[in-house]
């Protein structure tokens, strides 16, 4: 089957620097995507989502970029902030395909320098 | 509160032993989810299921079973036949059986073979 993939496994910036954080995905009828965020020992946590009819997506200082044509997603986190030390999932599902849930990427460990 | 809860936190099995995780949501959602996660690996998905009384096997059900009895409940056993059982558990949910809705995750079992 088609994967989700993230570009770089860890990634770490300066607290109060703005963070982005990339996955190219392959499946091209894939038209729902997910960010997650991970804490340690936790369960994921939902941060925000974007459909395949928009290209941005804002929340609270954080940014869902989308670009279909190609393939690519990415997370932008604003004023970083040692509370967003975690590892972040992006997924992606095809809302016309089966109820078999969501097609993880492996994750991208964020970590904030003091 | 409304979430979801999985318990318990950390559960220890012994070998030849089989082992049920509990997943309660109080959400009123349709859908429940059983993922696991290895280390530094995405989540995997074990066995879904969409409504009462039904449950589908994910990517890597063998070793594992699920009921679901209740709306607000599916319990995962992780029988002997699971070779590889040592892992972080997750539970999911979503209001709709499609992935296009936001799934909330509780905050896992801890599985360690001793």
């Known amino acids: 089957g088609e994967s989700v993939g993230l570009h770089l496994p860890t990634l770490s910036v300066q607290e109060g620097d703005n963070s982005i954080i990339n996955c190219a995905y392959s499946n091209s009828a894939s038209d729902y995507f997910i960010w997650y965020k991970q804490e340690s020992g936790k369960g994921p946590q939902f941060i925000i989502d974007i459909r395949s009819n928009m290209d941005k997506r804002q929340g609270q200082r954080v940014t869902v970029l989308l670009n279909k044509t190609v393939k690519h997603l990415s997370l932008q986190i604003a004023a970083t902030q040692p509370g967003d030390s975690a590892v972040y999932f992006c997924a992606e599902a095809y809302s016309g395909g089966g109820a078999d849930g969501l097609t993880f990427g492996k994750g991208t460990h964020l970590i904030i320098q003091p | 509160d409304g979430g979801i809860t999985q318990s318990p936190k950390y559960l220890f099995r012994k070998e030849g032993q089989n082992v049920t995780l509990s997943c309660e949501q109080n959400?009123?959602?349709?859908?429940m989810y059983w993922y696991r996660q290895d280390p530094g690996q995405g989540l995997r998905l074990i066995y879904y299921?969409?409504?009462?009384?039904?449950?589908q096997k994910g990517d890597i059900a063998e070793g594992y079973s699920v009921s679901r009895e209740k709306k607000e409940s599916f319990p995962l056993t992780v029988t002997s036949a699971q070779k590889n059982p040592t892992a972080f558990y997750l539970c999911a949910s979503s209001r709709a059986a499609s992935w296009n809705t936001e799934a909330f995750f509780g905050q896992g079992t801890r599985l360690t073979v001793v």
């Open positions: 299921s969409q409504i009462v009384n039904d449950f």
């Open positions: 959400l009123n959602h349709d859908a």
